[in-house]
């Protein structure tokens, strides 16, 4: 794809997207110079699966700005415990946090020179085998506590929906209201991260403020 068609999808997806919501640029697979091209035309969010990937990425980049502003980087990937040192050093957003356990080491592990790790806690709202996250009955005792570690913010939640579920998005904003008053820090609780390339208006209809997006920008990925 040449500079100016990742340029024109970019501003065509942009258009489609309010103000009060953050387009996710969804970057994996995708070279560093596709992402100097979107903070160069403004894009300043960018979301990354794998880890080692994504840190090359992030040190080759640490110069680029856009808008005047460093990039910030989301990780959205599915989190082993052996690779939190990592998340804790090098992103801004965690997205996928499930268990108290991941919460902690990340709390544990960010260096104390940098702001608070951001991070969402990931439901599995549609039940399904293959997909992270924890089950809906889990998710109160979960605000409570990771709310209250000292070196991350608790900002809200995340899904991965099922293909065509009807009622993933509003049952997950449901959640998320219902949650607010176990937060030790209510004002920090203002974020839906739900929402893709194929179902990003209806989430933002429900109340998405965050959407990842990257089919869309980028084209096709290449997994060979």
């Known amino acids: 794809m040449n500079e100016q068609q990742l340029i024109n999808n970019y501003q065509a997806i ?4 309010p103000n009060h919501v953050t387009l996710l640029a969804v970057s994996k697979t995708k070279p560093s110079e596709m992402i100097k091209t979107l903070a160069g035309v403004g ?26 502003k460093p990039l910030i980087w989301h990780y959205i990937g ?45 439901i599995n709202i549609d039940d399904e085998d293959t997909k992270s996250g924890c089950q809906p009955e889990e998710l109160t005792e979960l605000v409570k506590k ?12 995340m899904i991965i929906p099922a293909k065509n579920s009807e009622t993933a998005f509003v049952k997950t904003k449901q959640l998320f209201d219902k949650n607010r008053q176990f937060h030790a820090n209510p004002q920090d609780w203002d974020t839906l991260s739900m929402g893709m390339s194929g179902d990003m208006a209806q989430a933002i209809d429900a109340g998405s403020t965050i959407v990842r997006v990257g089919t869309a920008i980028f084209g096709a990925r290449d997994y060979s």
Not at 14 to 17: A, C, E, F
Not at 86 to 98: I, M, P, Q, R, Y
Not at 103 to 109: F, P, T
Request: hydrophobic share 35%; charged share 25%.
């Open 43 to 68: 894009q300043s969010d960018f979301g990354e699966n794998y880890v080692q990937e994504a840190i090359a990425k992030i040190n080759e980049l640490k110069n680029v700005t856009a808008n005047g």
């Open 14 to 17: 942009k258009s489609q997207i």
């Open 78 to 122: 599915h989190i082993q415990r052996n690779k939190t040192k990592d998340l804790a050093e090098h992103f801004d957003w965690v997205h996928g946090v499930d268990r108290l356990i991941i919460a902690e080491r990340l709390n544990e592990q960010r260096p104390k020179n940098l702001p608070k790790l951001n991070i969402c806690i990931q």
């Open 146 to 157: 990771i709310s209250q570690l000292e070196n991350i913010v608790l900002r809200g939640l």
